[in-house]
T-cell receptor, first 117, second 114 residues
Framework: DGGITQSPKYLFRKEGQNVTLSCEQN?????MYWYRQDPGQGLRLIYY???????QKGDIAEGYSVSREKKESFPLTVTSAQKNPTAFYLC????????????????FGDGTRLSIL | AQSVSQHNHHVILSEAASLELGCNYS??????LFWYVQYPGQHLQLLLK??????LVKGIKGFEAEFIKSKFSFNLRKPSVQWSDTAEYFC????????????FGQGTRLTINP
């Protein structure tokens, strides 16, 4: 079955440490996204990428970095500069439907819950 | 600042009650609108979407939503809820042409009592 795989499901980080969250999709989607979900705040966009080797900052990019070396993969690194990294992180993907002239609705992974030790 | 607002943070209903969850946005121009649902322990799933055409859209599991352009609203409705509808519901708007960058509301937690 096609889908989005996020790993690990739970991740613990020590103060001052960088950690990388994995997101892989086999949907052949061009665009991929990282969101952060906090209670009462909905989902906020961290970074997105519409094509390989290109990515754009979202609304809350500070303290995060990404890469998009392959179409299938969009890893997110939470750096030590992110002062409040404890959150639920969601990866999503979509593609543009030429016939309809619009993007498909985004598909989401199961998420990674990051906690600070 | 431009945003998406869901006015109900937590809604508690009994089974068979009718449901309406509010969603308002502040973007002008053409927008695409979505409602997503997150059941406990599961990933976000699309309930329904509006891109163009009939402003009353029907989604999965008996949900529907009405786009009222003059009110910048996209409220979610269901005539009779079930215990299995207990979940968190998110309204999302894509106000950007040429890219799909969703702006989400804060979410509404729905609890259905049997």
């Amino acid at each position: 079955d096609g889908g989005i795989t996020q790993s690990p499901k739970y991740l613990f980080r020590k103060e001052g440490q960088n950690v990388t969250l994995s997101c892989e999709q086999n949907l052949n989607h061009d665009a991929m996204y990282w969101y952060r979900q906090d209670p009462g705040q909905g989902l906020r966009l961290i970074y997105y990428s519409q094509i390989v080797n290109d990515f754009q900052k979202g609304d809350i990019a500070e303290g995060y970095s990404v890469s998009r070396e392959k179409k299938e993969s969009f890893p997110l690194t939470v750096t030590s500069a992110q002062k409040n990294p404890t959150a639920f992180y969601l990866c999503a993907s979509t593609t543009y439907r030429i016939r309809q002239g619009s993007f498909q609705p985004q598909h989401f992974g199961d998420g990674t819950r990051l906690s600070i030790l | 600042a431009q945003s998406v607002s869901q006015h109900n943070h937590h809604v508690i209903l009994s089974e068979a009650a009718s449901l309406e969850l509010g969603c308002n946005y502040s973007y002008g121009g053409t927008v695409n609108l979505f409602w997503y649902v997150q059941y406990p322990g599961q990933h976000l799933q699309l309930l329904l979407k509006y891109f163009s055409g009939d402003p009353l859209v029907k989604g999965i599991k008996g949900f529907e939503a009405e786009f009222i352009k003059s009110k910048f609203s996209f409220n979610l409705r269901k005539p009779s809820v079930q215990w299995s509808d207990t979940a968190e519901y998110f309204c999302a708007v894509n106000p950007f042409q040429g890219a799909q960058k969703l702006v989400f509301g804060q979410g509404t937690r729905l609890t259905i009592n049997p």
